[in-house]
């Protein structure tokens, strides 16, 4: 690792990957810092992204960091403490001390998805415990499934994957839902289960039951919306702060469609700054993001 990079990618992700290819190919020196800590490690595929379907998420990211190198970017394994202002650009400050310096920023950091205390919704997450209907709909398809409400989104997420299933339960885990929503869920055939849920039931490394305080349910998948937060916390020098998503999903770090936040020199792409977005959605968005960095080098060098 060099004392100084054009741009510092933080997060080495699809997103940030696909913005430091396009910023090696533009003859930038760029340093990727990777915490290593994907939020789709868990799921043995990706969906939805065309010429790749279903390719392992680790496969994705070993042919991506082979592309970035290919060009001259660098690549450190690290995870990031702070970032200060430095002069007119910055120093990124990494956990085990060392410090690099950079005239511009990218954060890719991903984010965490926050899971009700329930036991066995952590083990089973990303396997036959899902959140999106597109990247995990069609594998546990005509399949007994239980949504697991934690919000306003529950409802919505009911309806979906009732779509792929005609065995869909509504676990209302003392929630309430409006007249017009217990229409709408039993339209599509979702019924509602009352009471508070207690734990999964697994079996031979599988969901087999959901149990609440006074029965048990069988299941074979769950499907639960959760609280997303962006990782962003080592941006606080810097005054750049996560805020509460306008769907009330969780928190992001809010940047207008190029990437470029409300701090200059420092731009966000990803699910840091798009909860909702898929691998193909964040790859889009990292690369936008490097031509925009890359254009604003050109314009102020």
């Given at each position: 690792m060099n004392d100084a990079y054009e741009v510092v990618v933080i997060g080495g992700g699809a997103a940030g990957l696909s913005g430091a290819l396009m910023l090696a190919r533009s003859r930038r020196s760029v340093l990727v810092i990777d915490a290593g800590q994907p939020r789709n490690a868990p799921a043995e595929g990706i969906h939805g992204l065309l010429g790749r379907e279903g390719?392992?998420?680790?496969?994705l990211l070993v042919r991506g960091r082979d592309e970035v190198r290919g060009y001259g970017g660098e690549i450190e394994d690290g995870e990031v403490a702070s970032v200060a202002r430095?002069?007119?650009g910055f120093e990124v400050s990494l956990a085990d001390g060392r410090h690099v310096r950079a005239r511009r920023l990218l954060v890719t950091a991903g984010l965490v998805d926050e899971l009700p205390a329930i036991p066995g919704l952590r083990e089973r997450w990303g396997r036959d415990v899902v959140?999106?209907?597109?990247?995990?709909?069609?594998?546990?398809?005509?399949?007994a499934i239980g949504v697991l409400a934690t919000g306003p989104m529950s409802v919505h997420q009911a309806l979906l994957f009732s779509q792929l299933s005609d065995d869909v339960i509504l676990f209302a885990n003392g929630h309430e839902f409006a007249a017009e929503q217990r229409e709408q869920l039993a339209s599509r055939g979702v019924e509602i289960v009352t009471g508070e849920v207690a734990r999964l039931e697994i079996e031979d490394d599988r969901i087999a039951a959901v149990r609440l305080e006074n029965k048990t349910v069988k299941r074979q998948a769950i499907a639960v919306a959760t609280r997303m937060v962006a990782r962003a916390g080592f941006l606080a020098d810097l005054g750049l702060k996560t805020v509460e998503h306008p769907t009330g999903m969780g928190e992001h770090i809010p940047a207008d469609p190029?990437?470029?936040t409300e701090v200059p020199g420092v731009w966000a792409a990803g699910n840091v700054a798009d909860l909702s977005a898929q691998v193909g959605a964040a790859a889009a968005a990292g690369a936008m993001a490097g031509a925009q960095i890359n254009a604003d080098l050109v314009m102020n060098p």
């Open positions: 390719m392992s998420p680790l496969e430095d002069g007119d959140h999106c209907p597109y990247c995990h709909g069609w594998e546990i398809r005509d399949q190029t990437g470029r």
